[in-house]
Structure formats: C-alpha cells, structure tokens
C-alpha cells in the first residue's frame, strides 16, 4: 500500500459533547461535601424519568450494571435460558453468565441487524415444547424465561411485536436500549411514537463516553414496575433495605451506585438533550448525503416506524471490499474505524464453554464481516464528513482494484 502523507490531525470515531454548563455542574458538586448518593443522582433520575416516559429510573454506574440489575430483577433462575442476539456488545449476554444463566441466540434480521419476533417466534417453537412449568429446550431440558432483544446501533426493535410474544409465551422482557437513548419506535398499540426501551418489563441504557449523551461512565435502568425498581435501587448500593442502618444488608447487593458527579454531568445533558439530538442527527445527515452514491456501500437506515438516534454510525461494505485492508487504508490517513460487532457466539468463552462455531449464525457472522464504524460524534463538521467521504472512495476503490 502507498504510504499516505504525514497528517496534522486525525479524525477520532468518537468524542463527548460537552459544554461549560457541564463543568460548572461538576464543580459545583465538588464544593459540597456530598459526592454519591446525593441530591444530583436523584434528580437526574427524575429528568431521565421524565425523557423516557416510564415511572422509574435508576442510575447505576454502567450500562453492564444495569442489564445485570435488569435481568435479576426480572427473574433468572439458575440454568434457565434466555434468548438473545448474538449481534451485540458481548455485555449483553455476559450478564446473563452472571447469574448462571445460558444465552440462546437466535440469528439477526439482514435488514435491521436485530432480532425479530417472527425469528424468536419460529426458534421458540422448533427448539422448545410447551410445559406446566413453561417453555423447556427439547435438548437440554432448561427451562426458557425471557427475551432480552437489543437496539442494535440505536436502531429500535419491534418491541410491540416482542411484548405479544412474551405475553404470550409467559416471558419476561427486558431491552437492552444501552445504544439507542433517544431512539423512537411508533407503538401501535400505544398509538403513539415512545422512546426506545420504554415498553418493555425492564430496560438498561448507557452513558460511556461515546453515546448519544454521556455520564462520562454510568448506566440506568427502567421500568413501571414498582417493586422491580425498589429491587433495583437495593442491589445498586449493597442490598441495603430503604431506611436500614447503613451497615446493614437485607438482600445480596453489588457497588453499582453512580456518584454525584457522573450524575451532574447527566443533569446538564439531560437539560441540552434537544440540541444533543439534532447535532447528531445532522452529522447522520451529512453522511447520508456525501456516501449515497458509493455503490459498495450500504448505509444505516431507519426501518419504517422508526426513528434512530444512531450510537454509531455503521456501514455495510460489498463483499469485493477488504475490510480489514481499507480500514488500514482509513488510519493511515488520520481517520479512526472500527469493526462493529464482533459475534458474541465466537468469542473465545463461548466458544470454549458452549462450542459454538462459525457457519451457526450466518447473517451475524456476514455482516460481522462487512460493517465498519465511521467516525460519529456531535461536532463533527461538514468539512470532516467530506473528508472522510473523499478518503473512503479513494479506499474503496484502492481495495476493489487490489481485489483485481
């Protein structure tokens, strides 16, 4: 490959979008004494709350957490199994090891990347036969409980579709909306467009650095449910029982509380989410304008009743496309990419441990291959958008040509 010219700035795949407003939040719980569990935790809950559109918020201190809070507090016995994607950050199906638990993937949608509730519908009744104590795997004899679908990239699943199955089939659901804050789904039997993991049982979201709006590390969980938020907010802080003495613990419980001031940072985010949302959908915008016509790519697209808030910004390259060799040819040049996703079923602990192998997937394991992670964050501008448009052209067709 030519070596390209020594370049004075590079273009990161991501970076926060933060102001003086969260600076000055942050100092301002720095001159107090109370740095977790404070008067910021609580109101960041509320306005989150109040952002989503469900009864309860609970911050946590990752997006793990709360899918590991989630999913106990929707109920996982030892051994059962629950079915998910193998199209993901492995954390969601990580947590369900936690609490010994077994994954059941089912393949992904070619189109949207996530699961769907025909797919879940049809694995539900080829690998399971209905009981008294509900749905067992015909092999193994586990018993199934639940559904944990993910937004993959920000995109929304059908979660109408997934809730009549899970009431259905008498499984719980949790979203794993960790990538899609701000995403919108239409809810038809809501009769109305709500936020992406506000139907489900129970939800988990993310603030690292690189989401749609961040907490600088933090997570957050929620659900109209009550009791499962009461459990939430226990096992967040040790398992303390509301209004304990502090050293005494009620239930089994984890460090997972978010500190006052990741939660001031998520107060001012909260305050400009508007602004937040529209800078990002600008930049999806600009993309979708400078790399419409690459004909061997194929951009991120919003799915008829959706409208994604994109975590990142994902394209799908021919299959004359290397890869890996025009991400080569993108670093040299100053541009960050990265591969989205991946499989989770051929990481190494599942491989060991479950003898998962390639070919078990394959529209996973296709588009594993085929998507790159341009850079995507708020602030970057026209002009960097046609450079890496005029960058990733100049790649492509280096890499059709060294296919020839």
Not at 18 to 39: D, F
Not at 231 to 240: H, L, V, W
Not at 275 to 291: D, F, N, P, S, T
């Amino acid at each position: 490959m030519d070596r390209a010219p020594a370049i004075e700035q590079r273009i990161p795949l991501s970076r926060p979008d933060l102001s003086a407003a969260e600076v000055e939040e942050v100092l301002a719980v720095l001159r107090t004494p109370v740095l977790s569990l404070g008067p910021k935790l609580r109101e960041f809950e509320d306005a989150m709350a109040g952002l989503l559109g469900v009864r309860h918020a609970v911050a946590v201190s990752s997006g793990t957490a709360a899918l590991h809070l989630a999913v106990r507090a929707a109920g996982l016995p030892e051994g059962a199994e629950v079915i998910t994607t193998p199209f993901s950050f492995v954390a969601s199906a990580n947590v369900l090891l936690y609490e010994r638990a077994v994954p059941a993937f089912v393949d992904v949608d070619d189109q949207t990347l996530n699961l769907t509730p025909p797919a879940v519908e049809e694995a539900i009744g080829r690998r399971y036969r209905e009981t008294d104590r509900g749905w067992v795997n015909r092999d193994s004899g586990r018993l199934l409980v639940g559904i944990l679908p993910v937004d993959v990239f920000g995109l929304p699943v059908d979660i109408d579709g997934f809730r009549a199955l899970a009431r259905r089939c008498r499984l719980w659901l949790v979203e794993d909306a960790c990538e899609a804050v701000g995403s919108e789904v239409f809810s038809p039997s809501a009769s109305a467009w709500v936020q992406a993991g506000a139907r489900a049982d129970v939800a988990a979201y993310a603030f690292y650095p690189n989401k749609q709006m961040t907490t600088g590390e933090g997570g957050l969980i929620t659900t109209d449910d009550d009791r499962l938020a009461e459990r939430c907010r226990m096992e967040r802080n040790q398992g303390r029982l509301p209004d304990s003495p502090w050293l005494e613990h009620g239930v089994l419980g984890f460090n997972y509380r978010m500190d006052e001031l990741s939660a001031a940072l998520g107060v001012v985010q909260c305050r400009r989410f508007a602004e937040l949302l529209h800078k990002r959908r600008q930049v999806a915008e600009r993309y979708g304008r400078a790399l419409g016509d690459i004909e061997e790519i194929l951009l991120p697209a919003a799915v008829p009743g959706t409208r994604p808030n994109w975590f990142v910004y994902v394209i799908r390259l021919a299959a004359r496309v290397d890869r890996d060799l025009l991400g080569r040819f993108l670093a040299e040049r100053g541009i960050e990419t990265r591969p989205y996703f991946p499989p989770i079923h051929l990481q190494a602990p599942y491989q060991q441990r479950f003898g998962y192998h390639a070919g078990v997937f394959p529209v996973c394991e296709q588009a594993a291959r085929r998507t790159l992670a341009l850079p995507f964050f708020n602030d970057l501008t026209e002009e960097a958008v046609g450079v890496i448009a005029r960058t990733l052209r100049e790649g492509v067709h280096f890499c059709v040509a060294a296919q020839s």
